[in-house]
């Protein structure tokens, strides 16, 4: 039977050996949240929307991460008296025109992230219903979601030829070169996606690496949820410092990763009898921007350079929001128009 007399000494000197320890811990702890706190870092907080008036029109997919909500939005726009309205086909497509279309030239389909689909803008404001309303003899499919780069663009085509018949003879490809953050899911992107979300927990990206010169599929990732970030600045530093880690080598194969996603697509469709044209709309980076021209060119890839000069200023854009309003969707259309395509 153990003597408590004996052991009562042995507990204290393990308290006192242990206790200064974890008091230590804890002012260090103590001491890095308040620093960072200082220091303008905070804990984990969704940000609430900026336009509350802008419609949720998007649903989870647990392949593509989200996809466009099927339904009509319509919703007051960022000007006096004005109304925006917004309509996905039962397919999800945003639809370019309210009227059926006869196919008798068959259907191009357009395909790319929110400069595509037309947020923030009306129906009739979408470059894909101007060429729609240009080409009554053509189809005009307008598949974009709003946050897609490359590589989402790409698996919802993918989707489409196997799902839709007939199949188009065109799929352009609205390109920005701010996409190539998004097809590897890269640590920016993934975070700020996440943090901008009312449902944050469902929040997933697929994304592409290569490896060996060869692109490498994954399924939609996620960013990490430590439990008390929501109280802790210290523990969202210590997950942004993990999430920064685990997602380094994928972030810096970001332009190679887009290269080989933009030849897939070529080599898919063209296997197909599909002709695919990339249509550069808008770079907020001139040197990033002629690289890839650069690169379009030494790999036959055919492409159309539809950058405004204007891209981004108050006459392109819409009032407070940002995005690209009808003005800048008609030079679009009308740039897309010149291709030889369209001419036969």
């Given at each position: 039977?153990p003597?408590?007399?004996?052991?009562?000494?042995?507990?204290?000197?393990?308290?006192?050996?242990?206790?200064?320890?974890?008091?230590?811990?804890?002012?260090?702890?103590?001491?890095?949240?308040?620093?960072?706190?200082?220091?303008?870092?905070?804990?984990?907080?969704?940000?609430?929307?900026?336009?509350?008036?802008?419609?949720?029109?998007?649903?989870?997919?647990?392949?593509?991460?989200?996809?466009?909500?099927?339904?009509?939005?319509?919703?007051?726009?960022?000007?006096?008296?004005?109304?925006?309205?917004?309509?996905?086909?039962?397919?999800?497509?945003?639809?370019?025109?309210?009227?059926?279309?006869?196919?008798?030239?068959?259907?191009?389909?357009?395909?790319?992230?929110?400069?595509?689909?037309?947020?923030?803008?009306?129906?009739?404001?979408?470059?894909?219903?101007?060429?729609?309303?240009?080409?009554?003899?053509?189809?005009?499919?307008?598949?974009?979601v709003?946050?897609?780069?490359?590589?989402?663009?790409?698996?919802?085509?993918?989707?489409?030829?196997?799902?839709?018949?007939?199949?188009?003879?065109?799929?352009?490809?609205?390109?920005?070169?701010?996409?190539?953050?998004?097809?590897?899911?890269?640590?920016?992107?993934?975070?700020?996606?996440?943090?901008?979300?009312?449902?944050?927990?469902?929040?997933?990206?697929?994304?592409?690496?290569?490896?060996?010169?060869?692109?490498?599929?994954?399924?939609?990732?996620?960013?990490?949820?430590?439990?008390?970030?929501?109280?802790?600045?210290?523990?969202?530093?210590?997950?942004?410092?993990?999430?920064?880690?685990?997602?380094?080598r994928?972030?810096?194969?970001?332009?190679?990763?887009?290269?080989?996603?933009?030849?897939?697509?070529?080599?898919?469709?063209?296997?197909?009898?599909?002709?695919?044209?990339?249509?550069?709309?808008?770079?907020?980076?001139?040197?990033?921007?002629?690289?890839?021209?650069?690169?379009?060119?030494?790999?036959?890839?055919?492409?159309?350079?539809?950058?405004?000069p204007?891209?981004?200023s108050?006459?392109?854009?819409?009032?407070?929001?940002?995005?690209?309003n009808?003005?800048?969707?008609?030079?679009?259309?009308?740039?897309?128009?010149?291709?030889?395509?369209?001419?036969?």
């Amino acid at each position: 039977m153990p003597n408590m007399n004996t052991d009562i000494p042995k507990i204290r000197r393990l308290i006192r050996a242990v206790l200064p320890r974890l008091l230590m811990l804890v002012f260090y702890l103590g001491f890095m949240e308040v620093t960072l706190r200082l220091g303008g870092y905070e804990p984990w907080q969704i940000y609430q929307p900026i336009f509350p008036n802008m419609p949720r029109d998007q649903e989870f997919d647990p392949e593509l991460g989200w996809r466009n909500k099927p339904g009509q939005f319509v919703y007051p726009g960022f000007e006096a008296g004005q109304v925006i309205t917004l309509t996905h086909a039962a397919d999800g497509t945003r639809v370019t025109s309210y009227h059926p279309v006869q196919p008798v030239k068959g259907s191009v389909w357009v395909v790319g992230n929110s400069f595509v689909q037309g947020m923030a803008i009306s129906d009739e404001e979408t470059f894909a219903w101007k060429l729609q309303e240009a080409l009554p003899d053509i189809q005009v499919r307008n598949l974009a979601v709003a946050g897609y780069g490359t590589y989402q663009s790409m698996l919802m085509v993918e989707r489409h030829l196997a799902q839709d018949t007939p199949r188009p003879q065109m799929v352009i490809y609205g390109f920005n070169d701010f996409h190539e953050m998004r097809n590897t899911a890269s640590f920016i992107w993934l975070r700020g996606i996440t943090i901008n979300s009312t449902e944050s927990d469902k929040v997933s990206i697929p994304y592409a690496t290569v490896e060996n010169g060869r692109l490498v599929r994954h399924p939609p990732d996620r960013f990490a949820h430590w439990p008390w970030r929501e109280k802790s600045a210290l523990i969202t530093a210590l997950e942004d410092v993990f999430e920064g880690i685990r997602t380094w080598r994928r972030t810096h194969q970001e332009r190679e990763v887009t290269r080989q996603i933009l030849l897939t697509m070529r080599d898919e469709l063209e296997a197909q009898g599909i002709h695919f044209l990339v249509v550069f709309l808008a770079a907020k980076d001139e040197s990033r921007k002629a690289d890839y021209l650069q690169f379009f060119q030494e790999q036959h890839l055919d492409y159309l350079d539809c950058t405004h000069p204007r891209y981004g200023s108050p006459e392109m854009s819409v009032p407070l929001e940002g995005h690209p309003n009808g003005k800048l969707n008609s030079f679009w259309a009308q740039c897309i128009l010149q291709h030889p395509f369209f001419s036969r």
